[in-house]
């Protein structure tokens, strides 16, 4: 079964950390770019983090740049999404996704081979 699983969210309190993990079953990630993107109640969603399929290229939404990282590992078959110094702001589900470069990481309207599940990040006092 070819699927992404995103793990690692939970509840920290502000200026905590957490690392989201993106790992593939079935295919391998080095293949592919990889996005996180993130959905809060009512707004849409937003595109957060991309790596190209080369590592050479990374993006970060301005709202998280010098806060996230992002970042993989082959041998793993796993990307992941270091986030520190965390807002309230950042509490969303996150998701992480797969696909070309010009899609999943430029286009204004992402597009994705492969979602995972989401995961839920609640940054809270």
């Known amino acids: 079964q070819l699927q992404l699983v995103d793990s690692g969210g939970g509840l920290v309190q502000p200026g905590g950390s957490l690392r989201l993990s993106c790992a593939a079953s079935g295919f391998t990630l080095d293949h592919y770019a990889i996005g996180w993107f993130r959905q809060a109640p009512g707004k849409e969603r937003e595109r957060v983090s991309c790596?190209?399929?080369?590592?050479?290229?990374?993006y970060y939404a301005d709202s998280v740049k010098g806060r996230f990282t992002i970042s993989r590992d082959n041998a793993k078959n796993t990307v992941y999404l270091q986030m520190n110094s965390l807002k309230p702001e950042d509490t969303a589900v996150y998701y992480c996704a797969a696909g070309s470069l010009l899609r999943l990481c430029v286009s204004p309207r992402p597009e994705a081979d492969y979602w995972g599940q989401g995961t839920q990040v609640t940054i809270s006092s």
């Open positions: 790596i190209s399929s080369s590592d050479d290229l990374t």
